[in-house]
Nanobody, 126 residues
Framework: QVQLVESGGGSVQAGGSLRLSCVAS????????MGWFRQAPGKEREGVAG???????RVADSVKGRFTISLDGAKSTVYLQMNALKPEDAAMYSC????????????????????WGQGSQVTVSS
């Protein structure tokens, strides 16, 4: 059973930074894609960033230039570095993973992903 555990959320003022981490365990084959999603109250879940096992990645236009996704394969950990945070970035951020065949661009649609973490809350005050 694949497990994803997020950490690193919290409260920050606008303009600040946070780094989210997601540790994956229990997988038998390659978690070829991992992604970060967010959902604010009353809004649909949004794909923020995704990364392949080979390090190829993409981020959503809404966070481009501010958020970076990275992968430490040795630690089975994916990170989301969030800089220049805005109040509209406040949401529950969840890590997701998918085993299988590599795709490009990395999907940012939640229906693509199989495994999900519990989420980590990010609050941004103005």
């Amino acid at each position: 059973q694949v497990q994803l555990v997020e950490s690193g959320g919290g409260s920050v003022q606008a303009g600040g930074s946070l780094r989210l981490s997601c540790v994956a365990s229990g997988y038998r084959s390659s978690l070829y894609h991992m992604g970060w999603f967010r959902q604010a109250p009353g809004k649909e879940r949004e794909g923020v960033a995704g990364i392949r096992e080979d390090g190829m990645s993409r981020v959503a236009d809404s966070v481009k230039g501010r958020f970076t996704i990275s992968l430490d394969g040795a630690k089975s950990t994916v990170y989301l570095q969030m800089n220049a945070l805005k109040p509209e970035d406040a949401a529950m951020y969840s890590c997701a993973a998918k085993e299988g065949v590599s795709q490009w661009p990395v999907p940012l649609e939640d229906k693509y992903y199989t495994y999900w973490g519990q989420g980590s809350q990010v609050t941004v005050s103005s």
